[in-house]
């Protein structure tokens, strides 16, 4: 068996030592060591832990810092301000280089505009931008005068921008013109324009990134370059409460309306930059490092703003997708920046696959020396390829499990400690606690009995709450297993060796290329359109994107007839669902039936139905009441059911 232990020469130069795993026996000492070693604070704080308000944490009471000073100006006063901050990849071939110095103009200079336009501390921003720096200044610019950013991926629609501006009663919108996808201009700003009218969002500040037309607002549209060009670009960074909200991220839920997890500030940098550190294994001076998720989403903000910008480290952005202008780009711009530290989905690791190992073999990749998978779980042949075709056959493969919720990295292996076990994330990081319980809340200790990932203590970077909803906050994590154990969503077990194994969700929440979607959202999108009169969505597994959104309608008898039909009905349908959530949402598949499978107590059978989305026989068949489907249903309804 080959043995995926860390080579002495590896484990010396680590920033994580095996010594962190003993020290966070004092679990509040061992956090508080980790606040002072990778935050500067300009007041310092006194109380670790203030747990007394369950589940409600306060972390490092009555310290006072700012996120943006420590991601940008501490490194300029240390004497880094020449390190390159970004090494900017345009998706049109027109790259920029931003060093630490740089970036502190710019974002001081963000910071006075933003003031300028009327947002004050507590105010919420609401982000809606492609993967442009732009969107890294406006977020240190946010964070730098206490303003909330609540970011919205670009992906997502007007409709979902608007859901969450209401939510989040956003000020302004920060956008762009549009945007450059695999080389063509598209447009962004018009789906704020449909957004933005009955919100709280009064003004909007756009970006011109590709020149295309946009409709303006001259009472409520502002050029970026207008405003924030002219600002000066010296801003005195004022000190926030530790505990002062950050930011807002949207995700998915078991219901249709989406969950705005709220992240406070002096906790969560700490964690993202020790995480960052210690598990990607950072070295600042030299390392180059690579983060391909998009800002969108909670990985973008943990490891490309937060934790690599508080350890000044120097990272890629890149703007484009992994097929444009060709199929080898990410291996070119790793050649090129000389990466060193790959951060990326096993969904594109899998597409790579697909496309071949002859591609990357075509560049030099000897500069990468740490790999990392993030988003779902990696399956043990991608995770071998990875090391083998992208790590040069030697490189540590981390395996990193979080969520949106926990804010950053909980289980996963340490590259200089850990022996690697290909698909586990493996175990706790030194300072988190996690355990697998039964049906009954009982520990389990044998290996192979599945269960449900907990997390026993609060850490640093966890979620404070949901915005505006406290009570979804309590019984969605801290009610399944009681007060005392954060109730993850994911079936869990060990192995043999003690390794933790992530199993997938245990709600109806899907995992489709490492983004989580909703099955309640997507119905409801698809009950929204006149034909639908009822839906029920499944994730089905799928070779590429782990999960696909398979969907199941039953067309309405009443009412309109003589609409589109078969597949063009069904282009409708999704195309529907692309409009009301966006592209991302839209369902692989949609089967149109007669019934759907349901327990006596009316709830829908979707185990059933994901084995009839999984079911071979049933192929691609999408077409009206079709047989074969309905067959395995009625099939599968036959059978005794548990349910
Ligand atoms: C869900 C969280 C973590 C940032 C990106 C996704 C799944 C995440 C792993 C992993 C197995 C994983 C879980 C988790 N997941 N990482 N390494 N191995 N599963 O964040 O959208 O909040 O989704 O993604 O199911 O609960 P998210």
Request: with cysteine; net charge negative; hydrophobic share 40%.
């Amino acid at each position: 068996m080959t043995d995926y232990a860390p080579t002495p020469e590896f484990t010396e130069q680590a920033v994580g030592q095996a010594s962190l795993y003993d020290e966070a026996a004092d679990h509040e000492a061992f956090w508080a060591a980790r606040a002072t070693e990778y935050v500067t604070w300009s007041q310092d704080f006194g109380t670790t832990l203030d747990w007394s308000d369950a589940p409600f944490a306060k972390w490092f009471v009555g310290g006072e810092l700012n996120a943006s000073y420590n991601c940008v100006d501490r490194h300029v006063e240390a004497g880094n301000g020449d390190r390159v901050a970004l090494h900017v990849v345009g998706a049109n071939g027109d790259d920029r280089t931003i060093t630490y110095a740089d970036l502190l103009r710019e974002v001081s200079k963000a910071a006075n505009a933003l003031e300028s336009l009327g947002v004050t501390k507590g105010d919420r921003v609401a982000i809606y931008m492609p993967m442009i720096p732009e969107a890294v200044i406006a977020m240190l610019a946010c964070a730098r005068i206490g303003a909330p950013h609540s970011v919205v991926f670009g992906g997502f629609s007007s409709d979902a921008l608007k859901a969450r501006i209401e939510d989040g009663e956003a000020k302004l919108v920060i956008t762009s013109d549009g945007q450059f996808r695999k080389g063509k201009a598209m447009p962004l700003k018009e789906a704020v324009d449909r957004a933005v009218p009955g919100t709280t969002a009064g003004k909007v500040l756009v970006v011109k990134r590709t020149g295309i037309d946009v409709e303006w607002d001259d009472e409520r549209d502002v050029w970026w370059h207008e405003v924030v060009d002219s600002a000066s670009d010296q801003h005195e960074a004022p000190a926030h409460d530790s505990e002062h909200p950050l930011f807002i991220l949207y995700t998915s839920g078991t219901t249709g309306k989406p969950k705005g997890i709220l992240h406070t500030t002096g906790g969560y940098l700490t964690q993202c930059a020790y995480t960052n550190a210690v598990v990607h294994d950072v070295h600042p001076e030299t390392d180059v490092y690579w983060c391909t998720a998009d800002i969108g989403w909670v990985t973008g903000h943990s490891y490309i703003v937060y934790g690599p910008l508080a350890n000044g480290a120097t990272q890629v952005l890149f703007e484009g997708t992994p097929d444009s202008p060709h199929q080898g780009v990410f291996w070119e711009i790793v050649e090129k920046y000389k990466v060193s530290i790959l951060y990326t989905a096993p969904t594109a690791i899998r597409t790579f696959m697909k496309w071949g190992a002859d591609i990357p073999a075509k560049y030099d990749l000897s500069s990468i020396r740490v790999l990392g998978s993030v988003g779902e779980p990696i399956n043990p042949e991608a995770w071998r390829w990875y090391r083998e075709h992208i790590g040069g056959g030697s490189a540590p493969i981390v395996d990193t499990w979080w969520q949106t919720e926990t804010g950053a990295i909980m289980n996963s292996p340490l590259p200089g400690v850990t022996t690697l076990e290909p698909g586990s994330s493996q175990r706790p990081i030194p300072g988190i606690s996690a355990e697998i319980l039964d049906d009954e809340g009982q520990p389990l200790t044998e290996p192979e009995q599945v269960g449900y990932l907990v997390l026993t203590k609060p850490w640093p970077s966890m979620l404070r709450g949901i915005w505006g909803d406290p009570e979804r906050y309590k019984d969605t994590y801290w009610s399944r297993f009681g007060p005392e154990y954060y109730f993850a969503g994911d079936g869990a077990k060990y192995d043999a060796d003690g390794n933790i194994w992530i199993l997938g969700r245990v709600d109806d929440v899907m995992n489709v290329s490492g983004h989580r979607l909703s099955t309640a959202e997507i119905e409801s999108a698809l009950v929204s359109h006149p034909r639908v009169a009822e839906a029920a969505v499944v994730g089905a597994s799928d070779e590429t994107t782990g999960q696909a959104v398979v969907a199941f309608a039953i067309l309405r008898q009443d009412g309109e007839t003589g609409g589109a039909e078969g597949d063009e009905l069904i282009q409708e349908l999704r195309n529907h669902v692309g409009q009301q959530i966006g592209p991302i949402a839209k369902p692989r598949q949609i089967m149109i039936v007669d019934e759907l499978p349901k327990t006596r107590s009316g709830k829908i059978m979707r185990r059933l139905l994901k084995d009839v989305a999984e079911n071979r026989e049933v192929g691609d068949v999408t077409t009206l009441a079709d047989s074969s489907v309905m067959n395995l249903i009625k099939d599968g309804m036959a059978k005794p059911s548990g349910d």
